[in-house]
């Protein structure tokens, strides 16, 4: 694997969630695979858990990880080619990246989308510019559109579900449903989700959300989608919850519903449904205390196999680096 932004990145799905979940029987089997090599984390914006697990990750390879919180501690960075750079901007990252590329031998950046303009935030503009300007492999910890390593933990903790569970010889159905937010919230996660779904293809993949919420297709080919919550919960296997604003509208919240929060009543019909969630999660506006806390939430196991993703992506990533 030469970098991680998305699943096209990935040569088999499959194969990349069976070495997650032989990290997490065995953590060190690979421990000396990134002696020697140094990577850097970028945190243009807050993070908790791909901060630490992806730290963690790196360090059961044997790598040294470094990590810097750029939008408390670093120069305002300029990505405008061109720009006067008379105002707030002081580094531009034709000049910040390159050292960068020097200083480490993996670059990992978490980058949020401005959603004011949906043109440069869907062109992935800072991205593309680290990737660009740095030449080294980057992974993104999250960037404008898309959230691969979020995307990846949670189709390994639907496999492992489906093991524990047994239920191997059906599709599954999978359920990406909208919920309420108090304030506009990214399109990367539901996006991406879409995308590692759609592109897995091993389960009945339904999304339901509000009118005017509609993903960009470029995510959900292959997908049912509908306005109808409660049809759509019917049969359900899993139930991936999560806000975004709109898309259409873009960076707008169009909808205050608050009956499209997910609780019991809702899964009654549903195959005895596991709920998922990425978190942070603002409990009773997204999701009830009852289903957070119930027996069938995944959120924990699914926050914790974050280490899991993020060991078995950097070790295809030192695979390649290791055969030049
Ligand atoms: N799910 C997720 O990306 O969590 P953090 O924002 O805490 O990293």
């Given at each position: 694997m030469k970098q991680f932004i998305s699943v096209k990145d990935v040569n088999d799905i499959n194969t990349l969630v069976k070495r997650a979940l032989a990290y997490k029987a065995?953590?060190?089997?690979?421990?000396?695979?990134?002696?020697n090599k140094r990577i850097g984390l970028l945190f243009l914006n807050p993070s908790l858990r791909t901060r630490l697990s992806t730290q963690l990750a790196a360090q059961n390879l044997g790598m040294e990880p470094i990590v810097f919180n750029v939008d408390k501690e670093g120069w305002a960075l300029e990505f405008t080619?061109?720009?006067?750079?008379?105002?707030?901007?002081?580094?531009h990252i034709k000049d910040a990246a390159p050292i960068l590329g020097n200083y480490f031998d993996v670059l990992c950046i978490r980058t949020f989308p401005s959603l004011q303009n949906r043109e440069d935030d869907y062109a992935e503009k800072i991205i593309h510019q680290f990737i660009k300007h740095a030449a080294i492999p980057v992974i993104s910890l999250e960037s404008a559109t898309l959230h691969p390593l979020q995307s990846l933990t949670d189709l390994i903790t639907i496999n492992e579900s489906l093991t524990e569970s047994k239920i191997l010889n059906k599709k599954p159905k999978v359920v990406l449903t909208w919920a309420p937010h108090i304030k506009p919230i990214p399109q990367c996660v539901a996006n991406s989700f879409s995308e590692w779904m759609t592109t897995w293809g091993e389960a009945d993949f339904v999304i339901t959300h509000p009118e005017?919420?509609?993903?960009?297709e470029d995510y959900t080919k292959g997908a049912t989608i509908t306005n109808n919550q409660e049809a759509a919960l019917k049969d359900a296997d899993f139930v991936y919850v999560k806000n975004w604003s709109s898309f259409k509208e873009y960076?707008?919240?169009?909808?205050?519903?608050?009956?499209w929060m997910l609780t019991n009543a809702k899964l009654?019909?549903?195959?005895?449904a596991k709920v998922m969630h990425c978190l942070p999660v603002r409990r009773n506006v997204e999701l009830s205390d009852e289903v957070l806390d119930?027996?069938?939430?995944l959120v924990t196991k699914e926050a914790s196999n974050r280490v899991w993703a993020a060991q078995a992506v950097l070790a295809e990533i030192l695979e390649t680096l290791n055969k030049k």
């Open positions: 065995d953590p060190l089997i690979d421990k000396t695979l990134g002696a080619e061109g720009a006067i750079m008379n105002g707030t901007t002081v580094e005017g919420y509609e993903l960009s960076g707008k919240v169009t909808c205050t519903d608050e009956n009654a019909n549903s195959n005895n119930g027996a069938n939430s």
